[in-house]
């Protein structure tokens, strides 16, 4: 299938034209295309007018890029949440540009890289929040959340009754051990849960679910990287409030809408698979 007639279906279905984004902090080199520098979203690296396959993956890290190349394809998008990768053991803001040396080679083997951050948290069936949702057992009942302009968040029921089994539903889920924040009742109220996927830790999240008589919150970032206010505001705001909140990781909470978009690509007739990441869990400590 021609790149351009993916490009062009990526761009109705999912909004381009509506949304906007802000990656602006990033090191726009000769590999990143004038696309991702004007707009920050679609097509970052542009170096095949072919595609036989797509691997979708939450980060383009090192490790994912070189999985990738490892296999030694051409004619390959690679189909990301974001356009950077996460790293909360190095000092500084946790987004890393994509490796120069890693660059180079997917572009001698014709891999492109196409990027949705702000189209794919967008409430929606292949969005992040809707998709964690799902997996933790969470109805969608009602959008919260703006973010960029558009909805992220989901708020919805659980047939639990007990934050503990709400908290075992989302290891088993992720795969790992979370971040319990129990700052209120050991009981789920009205089964009622708010669920946004990545970087949910934002006071002002907690004060719309205030309004809204919510006290059981999952997310995928809880910690204070680096000590950002609105983080240290957000861990106050849940404890004087009495809001407990559950943290999967930024990683981990948002890996189910880059699974999910394997439906979207596969409905193309393209072959397409997810490639697993380590989880990078400084973002619950």
Not at 181 to 202: E, F, M, P, R, W
Not at 259 to 272: P, W
């Amino acid at each position: 299938m021609k790149v351009k007639e993916i490009y062009q279906k990526l761009e109705k279905d999912f909004n381009l034209d509506q949304c906007s984004d802000d990656w602006s902090q990033m090191d726009f080199n000769e590999f990143i295309c004038d696309n991702f520098n004007e707009r920050y979203m679609g097509l970052v690296l542009d170096n095949t007018e072919v595609i036989e396959k797509v691997y979708t993956a939450v980060f383009p890290s090192d490790k994912v890029l070189k999985e990738i190349l490892d296999k030694g394809e051409n004619n390959i998008l690679i189909f990301t949440h974001h356009p950077s990768t996460w790293d909360t053991t190095v000092s500084g803001f946790p987004f890393k540009d994509m490796s120069k040396d890693l660059l180079i080679k997917l572009k001698e083997k014709n891999i492109s890289l196409y990027c949705l951050h702000v189209p794919l948290d967008a409430n929606g069936d292949f969005s992040t929040t809707v998709n964690y949702a799902k997996e933790i057992g969470v109805s969608y009942d009602e959008d919260f959340a703006e973010y960029y302009g558009v909805q992220v968040g989901v708020i919805g029921r659980t047939k639990l009754n007990a934050l503990e089994e709400l908290v075992n539903m989302v290891e088993k889920a992720v795969g790992h051990k979370v971040k319990s924040l129990k700052y209120g009742s050991d009981n789920i109220a009205n089964q009622k849960i708010a669920v946004v996927a990545g970087g949910g830790n934002d006071p002002e999240i907690l004060k719309e679910l205030l309004g809204k008589g919510i006290k059981t919150y999952v997310t995928g970032i809880v910690s204070a990287i680096g000590g950002y206010p609105p983080a240290v505001e957000f861990n106050s705001l849940a404890k004087e409030n009495k809001i407990n909140v559950i943290g999967s990781s930024h990683y981990s909470s948002e890996k189910f809408a880059c699974i999910k978009m394997l439906d979207y690509f596969e409905a193309l007739g393209i072959k397409a698979s997810f490639v697993e990441d380590k989880p990078d869990l400084g973002d619950i400590v």
